[in-house]
């Protein structure tokens, strides 16, 4: 065997494995928005771990994506060059499948980091934007099965399908739950400028200590 060999199975398996655990963070990251959309999360407390909790798979989600991508370079079997990895349906392999999964890669990344942005583009566009994460998940599965060198794979149906019951669910109760009342607007309302009050009061607190002597 030669030593080149190794090393190409093992750019592989990193791609292999960061595409699976993008696959379950994005799973886990739709479940618990919808189910704080849903107001399942009653609690301040929980409401308060739950949209650390989401902001945190969802970010890591993002690196998982792009160890996955990236990893591919090194996999001197596929040769898919940079080419092939950013421009969907422009790889040879299962085009369909993999340009899928490019256009949900783009897509995770527009919607990720929109939550920081959130005060520019409008807390009500904002929550609307921020529905087609669902459109990421599907097409995440979609791409696991179709290009995944494991997807007529047991296991891998498994967790690839595994959230397709909740996800459903916290749709429909979301779909279906009654209007938000004046006071649940206020209070959304309060949510969306809380970035802002933070950071003023920030900037108060640094000149408060600046002028003291």
Do not use: C
Request: aromatic share 8%.
């Amino acid at each position: 065997m030669r030593s080149a060999q190794p090393l190409q199975y093992v750019w592989w398996l990193v791609s292999r494995a960061s595409g699976i655990v993008a696959l379950v963070l994005i799973s886990l990251s739709v479940v618990i928005g919808l189910a704080m959309a849903a107001k399942l999360l009653r609690r301040p407390n929980l409401k308060r771990g739950g949209a650390r909790l989401h902001e945190h798979l969802a970010l890591t989600a993002l690196v998982a994506i792009a160890v996955h991508g990236l990893a591919l370079l090194g996999d001197h079997w596929l040769k898919p060059g940079w080419r092939g990895i950013t421009v969907p349906f422009a790889l040879s392999y299962k085009p369909g499948f993999t340009g899928i999964g490019i256009l949900a890669g783009y897509l995770a990344v527009l919607l990720g980091p929109s939550f920081y942005l959130r005060r520019r583009i409008g807390a009500r566009r904002w929550r609307r934007l921020h529905r087609m994460t669902v459109i990421v998940w599907l097409m995440s599965v979609v791409h696991a099965l179709g290009a995944g060198s494991d997807g007529a794979r047991p296991w891998l149906r498994a967790v690839a399908l595994a959230p397709l019951a909740p996800i459903v669910f916290l749709l429909v109760v979301r779909t279906l739950g009654p209007a938000p009342k004046p006071a649940q607007r206020t209070e959304r309302r309060r949510e969306a400028d809380m970035p802002r009050r933070d950071h003023v009061l920030d900037r108060l607190e640094v000149r408060s200590e600046m002028a003291q002597p």
